[in-house]
């Protein structure tokens, strides 16, 4: 909750900015008239936004920061690691159906081309097998200890362990996310 107020207010606060870098005739104006009558107040609401408010300004400042490394990181990533990192945010919805799959054939083991056809006729968005079979075989590097691969004469065999919780397997592809992000 809190999270969605600060990044609301960060965006609101862009906005004003974007509004006073304007030249617009009309931007100009509403400075001017509300600024003759009350003058002390005007300079504290310029640098915090109604929206943040009883916000500590060295939280402020902290995730600011924090959003500025951010965008430092992003911009120095090669396009490997980013298209990496879009691949690893498909993967807790993708790892949902993958389960889904197995728990509706009831089988143990299941060829990788059928789960890829499965995969593909379930996500929400357009990816061809190929790309599937890219984000399984990621999904099977990330959770190791629950997707397996297993070459067998021609074919590739997807094997789940159905011992292991759901969601302690959606924690792990979170986690390592997060920390393939910060680098």
């Known amino acids: 909750m809190e999270k969605a107020l600060l990044s609301l207010a960060l965006k609101t606060e862009d906005k004003a900015a974007e509004s006073k870098g304007s030249t617009s005739p009309h931007n100009q104006t509403i400075p001017q008239t509300s600024a003759p009558s009350s003058a002390p107040s005007a300079a504290p609401a310029a640098q915090v936004p109604t929206a943040l408010k009883g916000v500590s300004q060295s939280l402020l400042d902290r995730i ?3 959003e500025a490394q951010k965008l430092q990181a992003a911009m120095t990533r090669n396009p490997a690691q980013e298209e990496r990192l879009l691949m690893m945010s498909r993967l ?9 799959v197995f728990v509706a054939e009831k089988k ?19 990816l061809s097998t190929g790309e599937m079979e890219k ?5 099977a590097e ?5 997707l397996t691969i297993h070459p067998i004469r021609k074919d590739f065999y997807l094997k789940l362990n159905k011992n292991m919780e759901l ?3 959606l924690d792990k592809l979170s986690s390592r996310l997060r920390e393939e992000e910060r680098h």
């Not at 919805?93 to 889904?100: K, Q, S």
């Not at 984000?135 to 999904?139: F, G, M, T």
């Not at 990330?142 to 629950?146: C, G, I, K, L, R």
């Open 135 to 139: 984000h399984i075989r990621l999904l």
């Open 142 to 146: 990330v959770a190791t200890d629950w």
């Open 167 to 169: 969601h302690v397997v």
């Open 92 to 100: 807790p919805e993708l790892a949902r159906i993958v389960r889904t």
């Open 108 to 126: 143990p083991a299941l060829i990788m081309e059928v789960v890829c056809n499965r995969m593909v006729a379930s996500y929400r968005s357009a």
């Open 64 to 66: 600011r920061a924090k």
